[in-house]
Nanobody, 118 residues
Framework: VQLQASGGGTVRAGGSVRLSCAAS????????MAWFRQAPGHQREFLAA????????YYAEFLRGRFTISGDSAKNTVYLQMNSLKPEDTAVYYCAAKHPTAATYNYWGRGTQVTVSS
């Protein structure tokens, strides 16, 4: 199983970025996908998740509506629209997927860097 994230780069504060992540693999079976990020010197933190069963979405409270997760279960693809970006959003962004029998996210992508300049 492979997860490939794309869409990262450098953006000015106040700008927007849209990340994409596609999961693939012969044994791939997931019931949802999510986004996390890790800034230098910080632990990896949860941002948002989507459940394929009913397209329910979940967000970290600190995002306060700035980020939106969406996805296509048929393609095992998830997106993260990030608006009103701040320098403190600078981090490596990771996508993750969860097997239906797993208790937590067990498939991880390699991450994509997002840098927000002031």
């Amino acid at each position: 199983v492979q997860l490939q994230a794309s869409g990262g780069g450098t953006v000015r504060a106040g700008g927007s970025v849209r990340l994409s992540c596609a999961a693939s693999g012969r044994s791939l079976s997931t019931d949802g996908m999510a986004w996390f990020r890790q800034a230098p010197g910080h632990q990896r933190e949860f941002l948002a998740a989507i459940a394929w069963s009913d397209s329910s979405t979940y967000y970290a409270e600190f995002l306060r509506g700035r980020f939106t997760i969406s996805g296509d279960s048929a393609k095992n693809t998830v997106y993260l629209q990030m608006n009103s970006l701040k320098p403190e959003d600078t981090a490596v962004y990771y996508c993750a997927a969860k097997h239906p029998t797993a208790a937590t996210y067990n498939y991880w992508g390699r991450g994509t860097q997002v840098t927000v300049s002031s």
